[in-house]
């Protein structure tokens, strides 16, 4: 069963890597050049960017067995 939640700070670790894995999905399916995609991933999958976003915004995580499967950040 998935479940929707509000991240954690221990949820950090795996939102960066399921964002980066998006990043590179989206770019392989969308012609993006190398550069783009390790712009994606090197600054925008950040641990460190995610943790201060998350200051600023909400930050909901879908888990299946304790693990990130999805998630999606908004304006607080």
Same mark, same amino acid.
Request: net charge negative.
């Given at each position: 069963m !998935?479940? !929707?939640r509000e991240m954690t700070k221990q949820d950090i670790s795996q939102v960066s890597e399921m964002m980066c894995s998006c990043y590179r999905?989206? /770019?392989k399916g969308n012609d993006f050049t190398e550069q783009q995609v390790d712009y994606l991933v090197s600054e925008r999958g950040l641990i460190e960017m995610i943790r201060n976003e998350s200051q600023s915004q909400i930050y909901l995580v879908a888990c299946m067995n304790n693990t990130v499967v999805g998630g %999606? %950040? /908004?304006?607080s």
């Amino acid at each position: 069963m !998935i479940t !929707i939640r509000e991240m954690t700070k221990q949820d950090i670790s795996q939102v960066s890597e399921m964002m980066c894995s998006c990043y590179r999905w989206l /770019g392989k399916g969308n012609d993006f050049t190398e550069q783009q995609v390790d712009y994606l991933v090197s600054e925008r999958g950040l641990i460190e960017m995610i943790r201060n976003e998350s200051q600023s915004q909400i930050y909901l995580v879908a888990c299946m067995n304790n693990t990130v499967v999805g998630g %999606s %950040s /908004g304006e607080s």
